[in-house]
């Protein structure tokens, strides 16, 4: 039997509001959230030590910020690496994008290629943060008998406009739109293995 205490993991809720994770350490600009550490994120760096947190969720904040590349290196810094950080943002045909005054942007499934030098996207190397798309998916929020009617088609067309997402989001985002995208992506601080060329 291991004599060893392992400790809880360590999770950072950024732009927590009112509705901070347990035990999680809240980050958020306004003095009336439930924020442990009141700071704006886009002023950089945060108060909070490098490498410290093994999971963080960024829920509904990064449409807000101004610097979303700068936002997303201090997610890297404070995190360790293989640290997952889970995402919501609204999509790219999203009526609450279109109406919140305050969103600055929409996501894609494509969106967080930026930070993946093995994407193609990833090769503008706008930022040397990097994260690894583990997953993503679609959301909805439902209302009232309509809701429950979209409910019961999400089921069947969802997971195929997940599946064939490139093809949904060029022709059929706009026919039948979605409120949400949501991400799981994984820390990437480790370098990745050089390989050697092989001897003539």
Excluded at 23 to 44: F, M, Q, W
Excluded at 87 to 104: E, W
Excluded at 128 to 140: C, N
Aim: with cysteine.
């Amino acid at each position: 039997m291991s004599n060893l205490i392992h400790s809880p993991p360590r999770v950072l809720d950024i732009g927590c509001g009112r509705d901070k994770l347990p035990n999680a350490t809240g980050i958020d600009a306004n003095p009336r959230s439930h924020a442990d550490v009141i700071h704006n994120l886009d002023v950089r760096p945060w108060p909070l030590q490098d490498s410290t947190f093994d999971h963080v969720r960024a829920q509904d904040i990064l449409e807000h910020v101004d610097d979303f590349f700068g936002v997303m290196e201090e997610v890297f810094r404070v995190s360790k690496d293989g640290t997952t950080v889970d995402v919501r943002m609204p999509f790219m045909s999203s009526l609450n994008f279109a109406t919140d005054p305050t969103h600055r942007r929409s996501g894609t499934s494509a969106t967080f290629d930026y930070f993946d030098p093995l994407k193609p996207l990833g090769e503008y190397a706008y930022t040397d943060a990097r994260f690894e798309l583990v997953s993503f998916g679609y959301g909805r929020f439902y209302h009232g008998f309509p809701g429950t009617i979209m409910r019961i088609l999400d089921k069947l067309i969802v997971p195929l406009c997940e599946r064939y997402h490139v093809v949904y989001e060029h022709y059929f985002a706009y026919i039948y739109p979605m409120h949400d995208i949501r991400y799981q992506l994984r820390v990437k601080k480790s370098a990745p293995p050089v390989l050697e060329a092989p001897a003539r």
